[in-house]
């Protein structure tokens, strides 16, 4: 591999890292900022005008018509928008704190997931869309799995388990980090590139599928089998917007990234047969 490639991957990952660690301290050193939501909501609106950034570049570039692409563009952004809305305001009224009867963090997780995963994953306009779009873009977007890392800056403060914090934080803030030099391995076409994104996407998914089971097993409710602190601030608004909105819509982005990396891989064997 040439050796400015692996420089920039591992100055990449050190930038990554140098900014996660400043914002955890600053969370650490002023533990009141979290509270407040104002942080949250700011990287949540943040990350979703670049998502909906990203879908507008890749619709104009799928050589749709004017009216095509406003509408593919509102067909992808407006359920996308509610959900988010849909999510926050029942965070907000405390909808997802742990209760009595079916617990709805689950649903919450589950649910978009099985509606979207067929749309997404069988759409051919959306497949589209893929063909037309950096492979780097679904999988660079994630650095903001970083953020996951205030699982453990709740776990130092003694307010969420390190049978779950521990993890889970972990692993989101690992994803993060390899999120921009993944990225940047497929912008600049290097060797195993696209086996390397394919295992950041997998590593991912794994993050999520720990920290689920975990979460799930370890909150207050019916289906609690870990006996340890309850994780009851995972219910509780703005962390709850973590698991409520921000794991769904990423596992979203995992499938879409393997869909667009498969059909990259197509291409290119079609086009060598040529």
Do not use: C, E
């Not at 975990?214 to 207050?220: F, Q, Y």
């Not at 962390?239 to 995992?254: C, D, G, K, Q, Y």
């Amino acid at each position: 591999m040439d050796q400015g490639v692996v420089r920039n991957t591992i100055g990449l990952f050190l930038l990554v890292a140098a900014l996660t660690a400043l914002w955890l301290g600053l969370n650490v050193a002023l533990p009141g900022m979290q509270a407040t939501g104002i942080p949250s909501t700011v990287i949540r609106l943040v990350i979703h005008g670049v998502i909906l950034t990203g879908l507008w570049l890749g619709v104009a570039q799928a050589g749709f018509d004017p009216a095509t692409r406003v509408r593919v563009w509102l067909a992808i952004a407006l359920p996308f928008t509610a959900w988010l809305a849909l999510v926050w305001w029942l965070a907000v009224g405390g909808a997802f704190v742990p209760r009595p009867g079916v617990p709805a963090l689950p649903l919450a997780i589950f649910l978009p997931v099985l509606i979207g995963l067929p749309l997404l994953l069988r759409s051919r306009r959306v497949g589209a869309i893929l063909d037309s779009m950096p492979p780097s873009w679904l999988v660079g977007l994630q650095v903001y799995r970083v953020f996951g890392g205030i699982f453990l800056v709740a776990w130092s403060r003694g307010g969420i388990s390190g049978t779950f914090a521990l993890p889970a934080g972990s692993g989101d803030v690992l994803v993060g980090l390899l999120a921009l030099p993944a990225a940047y391995l497929l912008l600049a076409g290097a060797p195993g590139a696209r086996a390397s994104a394919i295992a950041w996407n997998v590593l991912g998914l794994a993050d999520f599928a720990i920290a689920i089971g975990i979460g799930i097993l370890s909150a207050p409710g019916p289906l609690q089998l870990i006996v340890d602190r309850p994780n009851a601030q995972l219910g509780t608004f703005p962390t709850v917007m973590i698991p409520a909105f921000a794991v769904p819509s990423s596992i979203l982005l995992h499938a879409l990234s393997l869909r667009q990396l498969a059909r990259q891989s197509v291409r290119q064997r079609d086009a060598a047969k040529a």
